[in-house]
């Protein structure tokens, strides 16, 4: 191990420092976020959402931007704990499919990272609503930089 590099914790470890951070992003809160299972050997995370009535459309469904945030905010948040959290991933692009309507409550995300490298990462995530069906689903692909507060 380097001797910068943080040492390695626990899954639960993992996900209790979400939890409990005082330094949450207001994206987060805005959304509704909360960190619901961390899987680091695959890679892999869930958030689960309590998605706001707010977010609705005309029609009573949330609208598109709000879910295809929801989806960016669990891949990039995958790279940050894939890294041990000594790294952000800033999106570069991102496509994301819409394949039924999400209405206002809970709604789970669960992200994977595809490959990590030095100069890319690459991500999937899926949608679901309350009832576990799938509402959309997103690939991105990000660039890993070092972890820096702006501002």
């Not at 299972?37 to 609705?56: G, H, K, L, T, Y």
């Not at 394949?99 to 990272?113: D, H």
């Amino acid at each position: 191990m380097a001797d910068d590099e943080k040492p390695r914790v626990s899954d639960a470890e993992m996900l209790a420092r979400f939890q409990n951070s005082k330094k949450r992003p207001p994206c987060s809160d805005t959304l509704g976020m909360r960190l619901a299972e961390v899987d680091q050997a695959a890679q892999r995370i869930r958030m689960d959402f309590d998605v706001s009535p707010s977010f609705a459309n005309p029609t009573g469904a949330i609208q598109g931007g709000f879910i295809s945030a929801m989806l960016d905010e669990a891949m990039s948040t995958c790279v940050i704990i894939a890294s041990n959290i000594t790294m952000t991933a800033p999106t570069l692009e991102m496509k994301t499919s819409y394949l039924r309507r999400l209405m206002p409550g809970k709604a789970r995300v669960e992200a994977r990272i595809l490959k990590l490298g030095k100069s890319a990462a690459f991500m999937e995530a899926e949608c679901f609503d309350a009832a576990g069906k799938l509402v959309a689903k997103a690939t991105a692909t990000a660039i890993p930089m070092l972890f820096k507060r702006l501002g």
